[in-house]
């Protein structure tokens, strides 16, 4: 167990709806990363957030968006979703401070998002 | 821009044989350089990291990793391969930020699948 809580598991919409994925980072974990893994595009980063900043931003489409909350914890919104959107969903956390600075990532299980 | 190549999307080997997973890397400066494997259905787990020092590191489940710089690369691998082992391997890179909080982005490559063959 990496500590990293996913939710929801696994979901199941319809193209042109919107869906929210949540994380919740390993204990005094500050950063909190998306990715997003299909089978075309491997593992492609899509968003960092440090301590409620966003700090680095990947592929991440204009449709997608997220954020960081005082206490830490993460919600990617997908909105006007298309077939292609169909993945999994990581979400990454480490700490990012100090000797952390040089830490792994620890991840979560993933939300696999289907879109029919 | 950081990059990772995995040039085998599938590596084949027998039980009890070694293995070896290959990684090359593109960053500027000194790299961090990270090994995860994904279990099917499954998230990514941390096998180990290179920082700095010995170019030879050890990780989880008998993985050793060799860092070279003159030619980039950083291969995962394992004396003796277990079944169990079978997975997909990511190799990682992350740039060294700079000074105090920042953003760090960890590029993957696209994975190698690891199959052992009893």
């Known amino acids: 167990d990496s500590g990293v809580t996913q939710t929801p598991k696994h979901l199941i919409t319809a193209t042109g709806q919107r869906v929210t994925l949540r994380c919740s980072p390993r204990?005094?974990?500050?950063?909190v990363y998306w990715y997003q893994q299909s089978l075309d595009q491997g593992l492609q980063f899509l968003i960092q957030?440090?301590?409620?900043?966003?700090?680095a931003k990947g592929n991440i489409l204009e449709r997608f968006s997220a954020q960081q909350f005082p206490d830490l914890h993460s919600e990617l919104n997908l909105s006007s979703l298309e077939l292609g959107d169909s993945a999994l969903y990581f979400c990454a956390s480490s700490l990012d401070k100090g000797s952390g600075r040089t830490g792994e990532l620890f991840f979560g299980e993933g939300s696999r998002l289907t879109v029919l | 821009a950081q990059s990772v190549a995995q040039p085998e999307d599938q590596v084949n080997v027998a039980e009890g044989n070694p293995l070896t997973v290959k990684c090359t890397y593109s960053v500027s400066g000194n790299p961090y350089l990270f090994w995860y494997v994904q279990y099917p259905n499954r998230g990514l787990q941390f096998l180990l990291k290179?920082?700095?020092?010995?170019?030879l590191v050890k990780g989880s489940y008998g993985f050793e990793a060799e860092f070279n710089k003159s030619q980039t690369s950083f291969h995962l691998k394992k004396p003796s391969a277990l079944v169990s082992d079978s997975a997909l391997y990511f190799c990682?890179?992350?740039?060294?930020?700079?000074?105090?909080?920042?953003?760090?982005?960890?590029?993957f490559g696209k994975g190698t699948k690891l199959s052992v063959i009893p």
């Open positions: 957030y440090y301590n409620g900043e966003e700090r």
């Open positions: 990682a890179v992350r740039d060294k930020g700079p000074s105090g909080a920042g953003s760090y982005q960890l590029t």
């Open positions: 290179y920082i700095t020092g010995d170019n």
């Open positions: 204990s005094g974990d500050l950063s």
